[in-house]
């Protein structure tokens, strides 16, 4: 009762297992590559997270001192006695922003030129990239990692886009926040004054009072804020730049 076969169908038998398991290796070896592949790829990718971790860990942080106080208040005064007998390097935000307003290449000019006119704040995101680009361009230079930034964070969005991009980074850690409290008739005297010879639009009495407001709803819970953490230190700036300016030094020692 035994089949009996032909050799050609033995041939053809023959024939068909070795071309299923030529191809059956094919696809196991390929599965094999992918999977392989894929650890290789994870390994890669494990490697370049822990390169940038440990690049973050090991690289100095920027020390920064956030300069608050109304307009008018003695801000870049006082920044300018730092920088110079200190070291800090001093940055304003309000500079920064007037600078890149006068670039006529900058898609952002006319939007910051429309706010500052109307004495309110500028978009976060374009204070804090200005800002980074210049505490990065000034270390490149000088090697400098000492900030004194006046006129910011001006807002809770100022606060939050801030602490995203550089402290929660490790790229920045905030020392304290330094509070020229200055009475509003005082700043306003200074900044008429100012006006004069500054040519600056936001130096007029219309936008003065829009300043202050903004100052007043916006700011002010920034300061708050930061009190709350123990980084405020408030002085007291209706007096003279020398008073002042020997109150405020002190508060450097050690930093």
Not at 158 to 175: H, R
Request: hydrophobic share 35%.
């Amino acid at each position: 009762n035994m089949v009996k076969l032909c050799p050609f169908s033995l041939f053809l038998f023959a024939t068909s297992a070795v071309a299923y398991t030529m191809v059956s290796n094919r696809s196991s070896s390929k599965e094999d590559e992918e999977k392989e592949g894929k650890k290789v790829t994870d390994k890669d990718t494990s490697t370049t997270k822990a390169v940038e971790s440990t690049t973050a860990a090991t690289t100095s942080p920027f020390k920064v001192v956030f300069v608050l106080g109304g307009p008018g208040a003695g801000k870049g005064t006082q920044c300018e006695l730092l920088s110079k007998n200190l070291g800090w390097a001093h940055l304003s935000a309000g500079d920064l922003l007037r600078a890149e307003r006068k670039k006529t290449d900058s898609e952002l000019a006319d939007l910051i030129n429309s706010k500052i006119a109307a004495g309110q704040i500028v978009p976060a995101s374009i204070t804090v990239r200005l800002l980074r680009e210049a505490m990065e361009s000034i270390k490149s230079k000088s090697g400098n990692t000492k900030f004194l930034i006046d006129g910011f964070p001006r807002s809770d969005g100022n606060v939050t886009v801030w602490d995203e991009v550089m402290t929660d980074t490790g790229l920045a850690i905030v020392e304290f926040v330094l509070f020229l409290d200055c009475p509003e008739d005082v700043m306003t005297s200074r900044l008429l004054e100012r006006g004069q010879t500054s040519g600056r639009v936001d130096d007029n009495l219309d936008v003065i009072r829009k300043r202050f407001e903004t100052f007043r709803n916006e700011s002010m819970p920034i300061v708050g804020r930061y009190e709350k953490k123990g980084k405020v230190r408030k002085v007291q700036a209706d007096r003279t730049v020398e008073d002042i300016y020997n109150e405020v030094e002190a508060l450097f020692a050690g930093l």
